[in-house]
């Protein structure tokens, strides 16, 4: 029998999937649930300074979730936006800020940043075909490389891998490191001057 927070938690799991991708094709080659279940269920960890901001901006989707929804909801100021920021939700809202200063889609950037991480092929189908915890134990590897920055000086293996890293990538804040990544790939739109 699930409980109140049960149902709201799939709700929300629900909302945060939408943001990313189709709800209604359940292809199983084409859907990633069970990956973004485990990046919903890994908390995002920070230690370099001002990443903090990155944990915030995924936690405001909770606020986002509420007034899209208009989910009913007892304490909204309570356990739920007490919770800590997953990396689904840190990748979300990390997305969106790309979209902001890219004019691409945010679905795109977060589909930019799995194949970046070198998850985009852990699809539904994937999952099902595999055998004992396989699967699970290559993507904890992977988030915990993100969590940890164990991911290479030029940020190979992590989110933004650059080509010509003036600095090593594994002590600068996400912030940064998406605003070298758009630059150095010309991702920016040319503002008109006026």
Known sequence: MSTRADRLEDAYFEWLYSQIGPLKNRNPARNYWHLCRKLYSTEFTWFVPNDDNRVEDGKKLRLDFLTSTRYPLDDPH???????????????????????????????WFWRFMHNLELDGYTDE???????????????????????????????????P????????????????????????????????W
Not at 90 to 103: D, H, N, Q, R, T
Not at 165 to 193: F, K, P
């Open 78 to 108: 309570g356990l739920f936006m007490d919770l800590g920021c997953s990396i689904f939700e840190m990748l979300i809202a990390l997305a969106k800020i790309a979209a902001f200063e890219s004019g691409r889609s945010q679905v795109e």
């Open 126 to 160: 994937v999952y099902n075909r595999s055998v004992g915890d396989a699967i699970d134990e290559g993507v904890e590897e992977v988030l915990e490389r993100l969590n940890e920055r164990t991911y290479s000086r030029t940020g190979k293996g992590g989110l933004f």
């Open 162 to 193: 650059l080509h010509d890293a003036e600095q090593d990538q594994r002590n600068v804040e996400l912030w940064y490191q998406l605003a070298a990544y758009l630059h150095e790939g010309h991702y920016v739109e040319t503002r008109a001057r």
